[in-house]
């Protein structure tokens, strides 16, 4: 995170976590969303298939494309990702308002054809792996970017053939999906 400050109060005297900044997407994310619990199987692969097109790059870049992939992708139902043929692939790779990367494409489709065979749903496999207490950080520096549970969950995920998954994202699905809460201790969204 470098420079960013732990914590920063916006012109609304409201304190947040430093990366989200003072207003803008960031801290939209952060105040509606963003380590707040969350189930639905689709909702689930929304944040898996996100979290694979956010490799390499800033998740800036995925959240304000965000709105175009749901609607590229069907609003990440499940049974309707795996549905897409190769001509959907090669539409979506003239669809401007995504990440528009045929590995990332194919792989989130790749990926809906092997969570929708998951017996309990993908919501169930996933939340199996959230740990049973997590400590809040109190900085940055107190903020893991990978875990046992995210190394077993990227593990897991590879071995039934899931792609695009690493410890570092199945982290950052996890804070994304409120499995671990790292809201900096003093910031407005840490639960108690």
Not at 148 to 161: D, F, N, Q, R, Y
């Amino acid at each position: 995170m470098g420079d960013v400050q732990d914590l920063v109060t916006g012109e609304d005297g409201i304190p947040r976590c430093g990366w989200a900044g003072t207003g803008g997407d960031y801290a939209a994310y952060h105040d509606t969303e963003w380590g707040r619990t969350l189930h639905g199987d689709d909702a689930m692969f929304e944040r898996l298939s996100l979290e694979g097109f956010q490799a390499g790059l800033a998740w800036i870049t995925v959240l304000r494309k965000r709105e175009a992939f749901r609607k590229a992708f069907k609003d990440f139902q499940i049974d309707a990702v795996a549905a897409l043929t190769p001509a959907d692939v090669e539409l979506l790779l003239t669809d401007p308002g995504i990440i528009r990367s045929r590995a990332k494409i194919e792989s989130a489709i790749h990926n809906a054809r092997i969570v929708r065979d998951f017996p309990e749903g993908l919501d169930a496999y996933l939340w199996n792996f959230a740990p049973p207490t997590h400590r809040r950080p109190t900085s940055f520096g107190q903020t893991p970017t990978e875990t046992p549970e995210s190394k077993a969950m990227a593990k897991a995920l590879k071995k039934a053939g899931v792609k695009f998954i690493g410890p570092t994202s199945a982290y950052a699905l996890m804070q994304a999906t409120g499995m671990v809460d790292d809201h900096l201790t003093g910031c407005f969204r840490a639960k108690a």
